[in-house]
């Protein structure tokens, strides 16, 4: 199993900047991808970047150009790097990790709690 703490969530003016952190912790190495999605109040929840095993990254669109999603100097942590922010990016903020089952036919997602994001003047 995997464990994952989101944290660095907090109120931003709109054009400001936030990192969030996501520390994981258990079965690291055996961890496909960690990403990162978002849900606004009655809102589904939105993927919003990815980060696999391999270094690779995708980004959704509205995330392009403004947010970085990178790997910190200790393995089990992930970043956020969220630049220009604008109300519509408030949501709650959640890491997730996907790693193959022992047999490899299904995949198993872990979730941590989320970390509040509010753009507002």
């Known amino acids: 199993q995997v464990q994952l703490v989101e944290s660095g969530g907090s109120l931003v003016q709109p054009g400001g900047s936030l990192r969030l952190s996501c520390v994981a912790s258990?079965?690291?190495?055996?961890?496909?991808?960690i990403y990162w999605y978002r849900q606004a109040p009655e809102k589904p929840r939105y993927w919003v970047a990815s980060l696999t095993s391999g270094g690779d990254t995708n980004y959704a669109n509205f995330a392009k150009g403004r947010f970085t999603i990178s790997r910190g100097s200790a393995a089990n942590t992930v970043y956020l790097q969220m630049n220009n922010l604008q109300p519509e990016d408030t949501a709650v903020y959640y890491c997730?990790?996907?790693?193959?089952?022992?047999?490899?036919?299904?995949?198993?997602?872990?979730w941590g709690q989320g970390t509040q994001v509010t753009v507002s003047s």
């Open positions: 997730k990790a996907d790693m193959p089952s022992p047999s490899g036919s299904s995949w198993y997602d872990y």
């Open positions: 258990g079965r690291i190495g055996s961890i496909n991808a």
